[in-house]
């Protein structure tokens, strides 16, 4: 039993800690030794800038999104990517409100509206709308997010490289009142580990908010998927291309308003990631390298990181006759009480202490998580449509 607890207490310092210490130290000599080799050959620099810009094409899959959808055209309609090299192509997923009213009204030469009848699901519209184009590269992006004018220059010039297939770009979350940027902790923590990961040639998927792919890798997924952006530029990972971060590639998306918002973004979330996990078995191969390392430090420890806790204190329960054990059980109860205690508190609009916050959201997140998993057990899977805040 000692051993059980020990190994899950183990496991979720490995992930959470350990790993982004071992990630940044291989990430660390592998620059150094591109920067030697630059040193000493004085070639292999990439070009900051594409050589010849190559077409593109938007794609945005749209439900019920007209509080925010004629900012998102306005915004799409003025970025600095040559009008000529770029198609904007938005579906409509059989939306109840006024969202195809408002595709249907855009006049730009290079905006293609397009009006689909049934809610089909997310990736039944990109499926969709990606075979309607011919263009070689394909950034997807979301209704409710917001472009930096250069986004789309940061994200395709990587394409100069035959290696490269897919790119992701960096999200910055923004507070809706006050247009504050609330990247917490966690966010900037988890934007740190995919800039290493790139370094690696270990990036795991894409935010959905913002990021590219060449068009030859992208593969038709199956109606019922639910994290399309993490399967999306896996499969490209799959075919052996290699998958960059772009921290200049800058999108912005509002915040969830409050904590339940975020739980039940989550729970939808941690469905599609056990979905993911049935569905990526090739990426544990350990002749993957770098990329096999990473995925199983970073995304399925983390995915098993609520059954890892569950297991702490089940078997602590039962070791809390030895005094030390008991000290430790207190100390777990006291973290899920202050958890509860900041949900209450968050839910009723009050602002938190940072480290309050901070176990407030862990503790939350992974109950969502385990919520997630249930459901991915025990209830029928779909891709449709289960619109938030966020």
Request: aromatic share 12%; charged share 20%; proline share 3%.
């Amino acid at each position: 039993m000692e051993l059980l607890f020990w190994l899950s207490v183990a496991l979720i310092a490995y992930s959470y800690a350990i790993y982004p210490l071992v990630l940044l130290i291989v990430s660390g000599i592998q620059q150094a030794m591109r920067d030697t080799r630059y040193l000493w050959r004085r070639r292999e620099r990439r070009s900051e800038e594409a050589k010849v810009w190559p077409n593109v094409s938007i794609i945005i899959a749209a439900y019920n999104e007209e509080q925010c959808l004629q900012q998102r055209i306005d915004n799409l309609l003025q970025l600095s990517y040559p009008k000529e090299k770029l198609t904007i192509h938005i579906g409509s997923d059989g939306s109840s409100d006024a969202t195809a009213r408002i595709l249907m009204a855009v006049q730009a030469s290079h905006f293609r509206a397009h009006i689909f009848e049934q809610n089909r699901g997310k990736i039944n519209v990109l499926n969709d709308l990606v075979a309607l184009t011919d263009d070689s590269i394909l950034v997807m992006s979301d209704a409710n997010t917001h472009f930096e004018t250069d986004a789309i220059e940061n994200l395709v010039k990587h394409f100069d490289s035959p290696e490269v297939g897919a790119v992701c770009g960096e999200l910055h979350l923004v507070d809706s009142e006050s247009a504050d940027n609330k990247d917490g902790i966690y966010w900037r923590y988890e934007q740190m580990l995919k800039f290493h990961e790139s370094r690696i040639g270990a990036l795991l998927g894409a935010n959905g908010a913002i990021y590219a792919i060449a068009k030859p890798y992208y593969q038709t997924l199956p109606s019922n998927t639910i994290v399309d952006d993490f399967m999306i530029v896996m499969n490209v990972s799959k075919q052996g291309k290699q998958v960059v971060y772009e921290p200049n590639a800058v999108a912005y998306e509002e915040v969830a308003p409050s904590l339940q918002d975020e739980e039940q973004r989550r729970v939808r979330i941690g469905t599609g990631n056990y979905q993911a996990f049935t569905r990526c078995l090739w990426a544990l191969n350990p002749l993957r390298g770098a990329r096999c390392f990473a995925y199983l430090s970073h995304k399925v420890l983390r995915w098993f990181t609520p059954h890892c806790m569950l297991v702490a204190l089940l078997s602590n329960l039962l070791l809390a006759a030895q005094p030390a054990y008991a000290g430790l059980l207190l100390i777990q109860l006291l973290a899920y009480g202050l958890a509860m205690w900041g949900k209450r508190k968050s839910s009723r609009g009050e602002s938190l202490p940072g480290s309050l916050a901070f176990l407030t959201f862990f503790v939350s997140m992974n109950v969502a998580l385990f919520k997630g998993f249930y459901s991915f057990l025990f209830k029928n899977v779909q891709g449709t449509w289960q619109r938030t805040s966020r």
